[in-house]
């Protein structure tokens, strides 16, 4: 294996410009002292790190729900899904993964499906390992419809640094499980909004994969 397939990865274009303005800000700072500059070759590395946009080898078995987002499990909770979707406003399962600044940010579909819902809702910005970080903060929301009828919620929820949400699919796409549909810049969250008496298969503190970690099983 070389060495290039392990440390460096593919960068998500959303990242491009972001790299360019912290490398021109670096050649700024070895103008006014070295020390500085080299501070900034770390944070433009990072910022290329940051958008990095790894392949991934998604479980093919039917019925798997796969994680959206790297990062760990910070809630599992019963909950109503965003208003703003139009689903039945009953109380869900609840599954979020918590994606602090070191993960990477692009966000996959869990399941197969139909987007029937995209909703984008402004709001705070606050810590999004907090429960009402849900409730509160900016938050874009995705209705998945599966070939069974059934429906999943994603909620794409900014953080504490995060300030973009992005999502570039619109209702009526269908995409394949483990596919990209967005990404959240600098920290933040997502949900997965289970269907009615799905279980999760995964606990809170566990480290989710994006596109990979299984975290439930529709047809356990």
Not at 50 to 79: H, K, M
Not at 104 to 127: D, M, Q, W
Not at 172 to 187: A, M, N, P
């Amino acid at each position: 294996m070389r060495m290039t397939d392990t440390f460096i990865k593919p960068m998500h274009p959303e990242g491009r410009k972001f790299v360019a303005i912290f490398a021109a800000i670096t050649l700024v700072l070895f103008l006014i002292w070295e020390p500085l500059g080299w501070i900034g070759v770390g944070l433009t590395v990072w910022c290329y790190y940051f958008f990095r946009d790894p392949e991934r080898v998604t479980p093919q078995r039917p019925g798997l729900v796969i994680s959206p987002a790297d990062g760990v499990v910070s809630l599992i909770e019963p909950a109503i899904p965003p208003s703003e979707l139009g689903l039945p406003d009953v109380p869900l399962t609840r599954v979020s993964v918590f994606m602090s600044v070191f993960n990477c940010h692009v966000n996959r579909v869990p399941v197969s499906g139909e987007i029937t819902a995209v909703a984008y809702r402004p709001g705070k910005f606050l810590n999004a390992s907090l429960d009402k970080a849900s409730v509160d903060n900016e938050r874009n929301s995705l209705a998945i419809r599966m070939e069974d009828g059934r429906q999943i919620a994603v909620v794409q929820i900014a953080g504490l640094v995060a300030r973009r949400i992005v999502c570039w699919v619109q209702p009526g796409k269908v995409l394949g499980r483990g596919e990209r549909f967005g990404l959240i810049r600098f920290g933040s969250r997502l949900d997965v909004y289970l269907p009615e008496g799905v279980e999760p298969q995964v606990a809170i503190g566990q480290t989710m994969i994006a596109g990979e970690s299984v975290i439930a099983d529709l047809n356990g």
